[in-house]
């Protein structure tokens, strides 16, 4: 068994978010202020980066291939980066609380959104790609200020889904549903074929391998191939819809919003077929980049990244 295969999934290895913990410390923020739950939540903090080795190590390679590439800091970074790279993590959790709550200040978000009101007001609608960056439930301010945005988020676990429960609870007039998958089949391909046709918006995560096996392709990705996803190009290509981009990364003391058009249409023609599809993880390998060269903490795979190779990728 090559050193590959013994690398688990990122769906196996687990997310430690424990809702209870995070409605507490989101109470402490809103009874005392953001340094009280700073200081509440540095033990945590400082425990988890601790003892979770995988966690830990992922968060070295990231930042250090990040520096490599692109220098985003001053100096290598080390140990306290890695546990400023947790800490912003554990403060985003507030904020995805406090954003589908209704409470993060609106004052604090640039939202960059003109492609996507275009696209509203044409009454299309189009497939949002991702990735597990930043702050991203704050989109829900263009759907609470814009009427006829309604956006289908894709969730792959049953972490994802509990985490998400309880968004929804404080927030139950949201317009962004939510439906977990395992695998892009036919069915749900059918069911949000329907949305899109409606008008409606459909976001899927491009930085994660499929939970259910699904198919992969090699990109650069920092410079490393890691693999990533096709399920978002193949359903935008049956779909016959725009692909967009949204990121919603640290800019100054809040967050900026940001809606791209990645491509008009998603073609792959049947003759060359894995190139394209290739070429469409590498547009969005290079997006993702670009990203994390402004907001350097706000990337949250905290596993193998570049080890995780499904037997059905293609190099």
Not at 156 to 185: C, G, I, M, W, Y
């Amino acid at each position: 068994m090559n050193a590959a295969a013994r690398v688990p999934h990122w769906a196996a290895i687990g997310e430690t978010t424990f809702v209870a913990g995070i409605r507490f410390l989101c109470a402490v923020e809103r009874a005392c202020g953001r340094w009280p739950f700073r200081l509440c939540m540095m033990p945590v903090v400082l425990c988890h980066w601790l003892f979770n080795r995988t966690a830990r190590r992922a968060s070295h390679e990231y930042l250090q291939r990040l520096q490599a590439t692109h220098a985003p800091f001053p100096q290598t970074p080390g140990s306290g980066a890695s546990l400023r790279h947790f800490a912003c993590f554990a403060e985003t959790l507030l904020d995805k609380i406090l954003a589908s709550h209704g409470q993060y200040p609106a004052t604090r978000v640039q939202v960059e959104r003109e492609v996507m009101l275009q696209q509203i007001a044409r009454g299309e609608g189009g497939v949002i790609l991702t990735a597990h960056i930043g702050c991203l439930e704050l989109c829900e301010a263009l759907a609470d200020s814009v009427p006829d945005f309604r956006l289908t988020a894709l969730v792959h676990t049953a972490h994802a889904e509990d985490f998400n429960r309880l968004l929804k609870r404080l927030n139950p007039d949201s317009r962004v549903a939510l439906l977990q998958v395992t695998t892009l089949d036919a069915a749900v391909a059918a069911r949000l074929g329907q949305r899109v046709a409606a008008g409606e918006f459909v976001a899927i995560a491009g930085d994660r391998v499929p939970v259910g096996g699904g198919r992969s392709v090699f990109a650069d990705f920092l410079g490393r191939p890691a693999p990533f996803p096709v399920g978002p190009y193949v359903l935008a290509s049956a779909l016959g819809c725009p692909l967009f981009t949204m990121a919603c990364t640290h800019a100054g003391d809040g967050y900026r919003v940001r809606f791209e058009r990645l491509r008009d249409r998603v073609l792959l023609p049947r003759g060359n077929r894995e190139a394209a599809l290739a070429e469409y993880a590498q547009d969005f390998s290079r997006w993702l980049e670009a990203q994390l060269r402004h907001a350097p903490l706000d990337w949250f795979n905290f596993f193998p990244f570049w080890d995780q190779v499904p037997h059905d990728a293609s190099p």
